[in-house]
């Protein structure tokens, strides 16, 4: 069974730093790309950032470049996303996802707040 | 950014009538056309892939098409598992954009 889980969020100040993580089991984790996908409160899916299956290719959206690094671990099978300089609008539930036929297995989502 | 228009935003129905969300893309988008449901609590649901494909598992009341910039997720009769949130999104290129999404509620 693909099971994707995600840990490290909860409450940051604005401007410093978080690590998510997302551990993968059920499949072969380095045949697959994988992303973060985002949602904040009472609004819509929102696409973060996309790895290659072997981590050479990286893909962000506008609003996170520079500031977020989606990398992996394929020895771990385990998908992270280092978030720094955070802002109150990062606020949100973050998702991992794996890239098979579309998104096809997500996890269960970590909230991250940034606030004072 | 491609930008993607759903409609309708609401959409109140009964069980066992046949529904249609709609998903216009800003520019052509070559059935590169995803549909995901989201239930109350978070969990997402992949629907449909590359326009009319269903996902593993999926139940077959569920179908997708259309081409260009215009695409339709039909329910052909509806249960109560299917009252959720509705989501298009589109693959044909990066940033991958999502609709803003159609609540499915019971009328």
């Known amino acids: 069974e693909v099971q994707l889980v995600e840990s490290g969020g909860g409450l940051v100040q604005p401007g410093r730093s978080m690590k998510l993580s997302c551990a993968a089991s059920g499949f072969t984790f380095n045949n697959y790309d994988m992303a973060w996908v985002c949602q904040a409160p009472k609004k819509g899916l929102e696409w973060v950032a996309t790895i290659s299956y072997d981590g050479s290719s990286t893909y962000y959206r506008d609003s996170v470049k520079g500031r977020f690094t989606i990398s992996r671990d394929n020895a771990k099978s385990t998908l992270y996303l280092q978030m720094d300089s955070l802002r109150s609008e990062d606020t949100a539930t973050y998702y991992c996802?794996?890239?098979?036929?579309?998104?096809?297995?997500w996890g269960q989502g970590v909230m991250v707040t940034v606030s004072s | 950014d491609i930008q993607m228009t759903q409609s309708p935003s609401s959409l109140p129905a009964s069980l066992g009538e046949r529904v249609t969300i709609s998903c216009r893309a800003s520019?052509?988008?070559?059935?590169?056309l995803n549909w995901y449901q989201q239930k109350p609590d978070g969990t997402i649901k992949p629907l449909i892939y590359y326009t009319s494909n269903l996902q593993s598992g999926v139940p077959s009341r569920f179908s997708g098409s259309g081409s260009g910039t215009d695409y339709s997720l039909t329910i052909s009769s509806l249960e109560p598992e299917d009252f959720a949130m509705y989501y298009c999104q589109q693959d044909a290129s990066f940033p991958y954009t999502f609709g803003a999404g159609t609540k499915l509620e019971l009328k």
């Open positions: 520019q052509g988008i070559s059935n590169n």
């Open positions: 996802a794996r890239w098979g036929y579309a998104w096809d297995y």
